[in-house]
């Protein structure tokens, strides 16, 4: 019998799965990859090799009383974005259709279904404006889990930014970058969030049984050009040059606003950078 399913032990999913297993909680836990089996044998009572999509084996994962779901995807290499998340989004509708399933479901959504806001701040409150299909397809996943809502059962949507961690760390995104020209001035506002505070929001959100969107960013949110500087400092790398006369070729940009989350409670671990 499992107390919580995580739906997607990736990078972030394996993370959450180590926390609840320190909390003694009995965990379920799925995999699109047979070669993970004992690795996540070692953090789960129970591991399923399942696509998201498989309406059977959603069933098989959600059974003995499953009071919390996490829904932690990814696209993996194909990137197909509709099979990896409204497919699945859509499976589970469908299954909570004809069962009472989880309590509550937890999704680990994305920041860039805002779209273009201009470096203006955003909050949770303005619309989602996707410039992407994939952008448009992550929405549509949001909207098909929120019409699982019952007055018994929350659906909890984190809008997450970039993902920076363990394994994740600055200075191996932004190192291909040292000595290079980079095309435009670099002044796109960048939303990030560290991995131990997705694990913390998450038990957080699991704990208070909390509804609805909420950002997930911290606190503080330099220039493009400001971090990449900064992290080429801190690491002794080569200066990175900016060339106004280029387009950047970035399609979103805006301030996320976490103000929501923290009015709900939760106090971020890593609120600013620590290079």
């Known amino acids: 019998m499992a107390d919580v399913a995580i739906l997607g032990c990736g990078y972030v999913g394996t993370a959450v799965a180590q926390y609840w297993r320190g909390q003694a909680m009995a ?12 690795e996540l044998g070692a953090i789960a009572d129970r591991v399923l090799v399942l696509q998201g999509s498989d ?48 309590r509550q479901i937890i999704f680990t959504s994305t920041c860039s279904v805002y779209g273009d806001y201009g470096g203006a701040w955003v909050t949770e409150a303005d619309p989602p ?22 007055d018994l059962r929350h659906v909890c949507i984190l809008r997450l930014g970039g993902i920076y961690g363990p394994g994740r760390e600055l200075a191996k995104i932004y190192r291909n970058f040292a000595g290079t020209v980079r095309p435009g ?15 913390g929001a998450i038990a957080f959100a699991q704990q208070q049984s909390l509804g609805g969107i909420y950002n997930l960013v911290q606190d503080e949110i330099p220039s493009r050009r400001e971090l990449i500087d900064r992290v080429c400092r801190a690491h002794d790398l080569a200066p ?17 606003s976490n103000q929501k989350l923290k009015t709900a409670g939760y106090g971020f671990q890593q609120p600013t950078f620590l290079l």
């Open 27 to 38: 965990i379920a836990a799925t995999t699109t990859r047979p070669e993970r089996l004992a």
């Open 55 to 102: 309406r059977s084996a959603l069933s098989q994962l959600l059974q003995d009383g499953v009071h919390t779901l996490l829904v932690c995807l990814g696209p993996g290499r194909q990137g197909d974005y509709q099979a990896t998340y409204l497919d699945t989004a859509q499976a589970l509708l469908h299954y909570l259709d004809g069962n009472p399933g989880p």
């Open 129 to 150: 404006r996707p410039l992407t299909h994939n952008g448009e397809t992550i929405l549509a996943t949001e909207q098909t889990l929120l019409a699982a809502a019952t």
């Open 185 to 199: 001035r670099g002044d796109q506002p960048t939303n990030w969030v560290h991995r131990q505070d997705i694990v």
């Open 240 to 256: 990175v040059t900016w060339d106004p006369s280029q387009p950047d070729g970035l399609s979103y940009s805006g301030r996320i």
